[in-house]
Nanobody, 125 residues
Framework: QVQVTESGGGSVQPGDSLTLSCVLS?????????VGWFRQRPGTQREFVAA????????RYGDSVEGRFTISRDTSKNTAYLQMTSLQRDDTAVYYC????WGGGAAYEREYATWGRGTQVTVSS
């Protein structure tokens, strides 16, 4: 059974950086999977943050985070990362990691079948 588990959330100040981790378990061949990061800000619907195909090099970012956030992976640790820099108050949200076998790394929630429980990121002074 495929599972994803996020960690690394916390409270930071504007301008700070933070890296979230997403451990994927129950997967034999990571290169068959796409991984996406989404977030849900207070009072809003969940939105796309970043995604990639584990077996490829292309990465996709949401407009609001492009240039500030970077998605990466460590195959030896079965872990995907979301490196966030220049954090702003509007980045306050619950961040979710999602995975999909044979996925294309799309920006749509419906592409992803397996989701983590989320990790809270709060940006405030």
């Amino acid at each position: 059974q495929v599972q994803v588990t996020e960690s690394g959330g916390g409270s930071v100040q504007p301008g700070d950086s933070l890296t979230l981790s997403c451990v994927l378990s129950g997967i034999t061949t990571l290169s068959n999977y796409a991984v996406g990061w989404f977030r849900q800000r207070p009072g809003t619907q969940r939105e796309f943050v970043a995604a990639f195909k584990w077996g490829g090099s292309a990465k996709r970012y949401g407009d609001s985070v492009e240039g500030r956030f970077t998605i990466s992976r460590d195959t030896s640790k079965n872990t995907a990362y979301l490196q966030m820099t220049s954090l702003q108050r509007d980045d306050t949200a619950v961040y979710y990691c999602a995975a999909e076998k044979w996925g294309g790394g799309a920006a749509y929630e419906r592409e992803y079948a397996t989701w983590g429980r989320g990790t809270q990121v709060t940006v405030s002074s």
